[in-house]
């Protein structure tokens, strides 16, 4: 079960960046799937979950959007999203293709966290970005500061 080295990956990620930023709170992790990643998303989530118990990320929720299949079709010289992946061809009008343009998609894209002060007030909610794709052997850790 590869998920479980994922969420792990996501982990221990969220956990260094909290530490840098000085034991934040992380409130959530975002996350873009698409159907052909290989990563089941109820395992990811299950994963996530029982991984997180322990750990600096114990209570936070892993958000995930599901991105859909969409395919280049050269008959047409347009991008269509396939309303299923059981069938390559396109929606208008039938040309098989294997041009996947999206749905491929395992991708951190944001971290929630939570800064508090000396007296625990909560003093900022802030929404980290990313761009890059997270693999079990190459957990993103890069992150650009957004304001929320």
Same mark, same amino acid.
Request: net charge negative; aromatic share 4%; charged share 30%.
């Given at each position: 079960?590869?998920?479980?080295?994922?969420?792990?990956? *996501?982990?221990? *990620?969220?956990?260094?960046?909290?530490?840098?930023?000085?034991?934040?709170?992380?409130? /959530?992790?975002?996350? =873009?799937?698409?159907?052909? /990643?290989?990563?089941? =998303? $109820?395992?990811?989530?299950? /994963?996530?979950?029982?991984?997180?118990?322990?750990?600096?990320?114990?209570?936070?929720?892993? #958000?995930?959007?599901?991105?859909?299949?969409?395919?280049?079709?050269?008959?047409?010289?347009?991008?269509?999203?396939?309303?299923?992946?059981?069938?390559?061809?396109?929606?208008?009008?039938?040309?098989?293709?294997? $041009? #996947?343009?999206?749905?491929?998609?395992?991708?951190?894209?944001? *971290?929630?966290?939570?800064?508090?002060?000396?007296?625990?007030?909560?003093?900022?909610?802030?929404?980290?970005?990313?761009? =890059?794709?997270?693999?079990?052997?190459?957990?993103?850790?890069?992150?650009?500061?957004?304001?929320?």
């Amino acid at each position: 079960m590869h998920e479980l080295s994922i969420a792990l990956s *996501m982990i221990e *990620m969220a956990t260094e960046e909290a530490r840098r930023r000085g034991g934040v709170r992380v409130i /959530s992790l975002h996350l =873009k799937l698409g159907p052909l /990643s290989g990563v089941v =998303k $109820d395992a990811l989530l299950f /994963s996530y979950e029982v991984a997180c118990n322990g750990t600096l990320l114990e209570g936070s929720r892993l #958000v995930i959007e599901d991105v859909p299949v969409v395919i280049y079709c050269e008959e047409c010289r347009a991008e269509r999203q396939l309303g299923s992946i059981q069938r390559f061809c396109c929606p208008v009008c039938g040309t098989l293709t294997s $041009d #996947v343009v999206r749905g491929r998609e395992l991708e951190f894209v944001a *971290m929630e966290i939570e800064e508090r002060d000396e007296t625990d007030e909560i003093v900022n909610t802030h929404r980290t970005e990313g761009i =890059k794709a997270i693999t079990a052997t190459d957990p993103f850790r890069q992150f650009e500061e957004v304001a929320r």
